[in-house]
């Protein structure tokens, strides 16, 4: 049967707590849901967009226009409902991956949630429980980050992701090292720096770092691999891996060591199986990024982060780390020390609180056949 509706819920969500990159400090996180209904099925999707065009060029507006005048069309008129044949018909249109995946996401759901099955049984997936991380912001003071990530690790969450910047770098690792020597400790400069800033990039070698993340610019692959050769600790790309293209790009010019995997910056599951697939043939390590996703988004990225490459712990955290009242009940917990289980209902295995996406709703459409 084909898709015979499609709903997409612009919504803005408030964070517990500022989130501050070297891209900025923001208070809330306004993104797309989409429902895509088969008979009496529902598959749901989260387009990660972006309320500014920081992070990448797309945002939540640009991602809208993109689903209802391009890729919702698409869907209807051709009858689409593999996500395999959504993937390649909406590949004719460049760019905009997040719009993209948020489609695709919302079908593959839908496949499982139609074959009663947990979806990391349909990806093939190799593990129950994946390693839990935390990505922290950049705080007022560096006394108030080490306080923050005292928490955390109270908590249980096995592995500290700090954000740096130029002015927030080598001394909030210095801080952070010393007070927890033993940590998981990786840093995140989200492009931040440039050539010129390779002596203070190759200072944080001295801090026994699993990996410095997205040190230049997204399309910078031939200077991340200058770094590369000059650092100890190894390079990971988030930004700059677009595609499969330039996973394998990266690799074979030596820019990075580790990839970042995320679903709606690489286009959709389809494309993001490729990068994954190639990077285990060449024993290069990935590990499942996050882009501050509600309960929904989130249990996609808990799915994902159980195929076998997945080597490093993910930046997937608890609901509360996120939000007060997480867009999903039950909401997602630590299931042990540092670990989160994946649901194993049909599909994504949560449950969406309608009332409390309506109230979070900021505008809403439905396509109709
Ligand atoms: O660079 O990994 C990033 C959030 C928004 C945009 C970019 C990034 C992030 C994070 C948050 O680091 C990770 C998470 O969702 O827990
Ligand atoms: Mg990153």
Redesign the pocket.
Known sequence: MPIDRIEIDLVKLPYVHFFE?SLGRSFDRMFSLIRVFEGGVVGWGECVAEEAPL?SGETAETAWHLMKDFLVPLVLRKGLVEPQDYAREAAVFRGNPMAKAGIELALWDLKAKKAGLPLHRIYGGVREEIDAGV?CGIEDSVPELVEAIGRYLDQGYKRI?IKIKPGWDVAACAAVRGAFPDIMLQA?A?GAYGLSDMATLKALDAYDLLMV??PFAPPDLWDHAKLQREMKTALCL?ESVESFDTARAALEMGSCRII?IKVGRVGGVVEMRRIHDFCESRSVPVWC?????SGIGRAHNLHIATLPDFKYPN???ASRRYYAEDLIDPSIELSGPGTIRVPDGPGIGVNPVESRIAKASLKKEVFKK
């Not at 990024?289 to 996703?293: A, F, K, P, S």
Request: charged share 35%; net charge negative; aromatic share 6%.
């Open positions: 990159t992070y990505s992701k995140d989200n993340e997205q988030d970042n990024g996050g882009m501050l996703e930046d997937l955290s």
